[in-house]
């Protein structure tokens, strides 16, 4: 299977606790994104990378998540000190690139977080 | 003013028929235009890009675009009960990419 992979698929944790979620996207795509979708809303952009480099955060993000994408290849979401209002779907999508034909984004199966 | 809106229906069909899905945007400078399906419980899935004023065909999937009044559209020809989803409409723009909040499809048997 050479699509996009996140692992793990349901986290449940309790408020307080760190989580940390993985990313591997299809392996010749240089942009990778991270989202978070809750019931009835389309998927809100939380912060993507150009291979390695970390290039724009929404302003939704707050301090207590971080994101990283060693060697430009698999990337982690952390949650530090996770709220109840944090559970959500989080998606990772990865494209080509940004130029139009190359910004397809395909997106992994999703971690779903359950934080109690 | 949210970037992308759709109706969020639901939008209930007849089998067989033509499904006829809406978007708009704000951000005149917006270049790429996509639509996913999205089952519940699962991930979103890439129906079509368009990037052009227009139509694009793919199969019986058919999106148009008109950037002068800043409206994307899906047209499902054949409507099949397994294309019941929410179906959402994404806009890029600049480095951000915005989705609309998804209108729900419900196809009759």
């Known amino acids: 299977d050479t699509g996009v992979s996140q692992d793990p698929r349901h986290k449940i944790t309790k408020r307080g606790q760190n989580v940390t979620f993985r990313c591997d996207p299809i392996s010749e795509h240089n942009r990778l994104y991270w989202y978070r979708q809750t019931l009835g809303q389309g998927p809100e952009f939380l912060t993507y990378f150009q291979n390695e480099a970390q290039l724009e955060k929404s302003r939704l993000l707050s301090d207590r998540f971080s994101a990283e994408r060693p060697k430009g290849s698999f990337s982690t979401l952390e949650i530090q000190r996770t709220e109840q209002g944090d559970s959500a779907m989080y998606l990772c999508?990865?494209?080509?690139?940004?130029?139009?034909?190359?910004?397809?984004?395909?997106f992994g199966p999703g971690t779903r977080l359950t934080v109690l | 003013q949210k970037e992308v809106e759709q109706n969020s229906g639901p939008l209930s069909v007849p089998e067989g028929a033509i499904a006829s899905l809406n978007c708009t945007y704000s951000d005149r400078g917006s270049q790429s235009f996509f639509w996913y399906r999205q089952y519940s419980g699962k991930s979103p899935e890439l129906i079509m890009s368009?990037?052009?004023?227009g139509d694009k065909e793919d199969g019986r999937f058919t999106a148009q675009l008109n950037k002068a009044s800043q409206y994307v559209s899906l047209l499902i020809r054949d409507s099949q009960p397994s294309d019941s989803a929410t179906y959402l409409c994404?806009?890029?723009?600049?480095?951000?990419?915005?989705f609309g909040t998804g209108t729900s499809l419900t196809v009759i048997p």
């Open positions: 368009i990037y052009s004023n």
């Open positions: 994404a806009v890029n723009t600049g480095n951000q990419f915005y």
């Open positions: 999508a990865s494209s080509l690139g940004l130029a139009p034909s190359y910004n397809e984004q395909f």
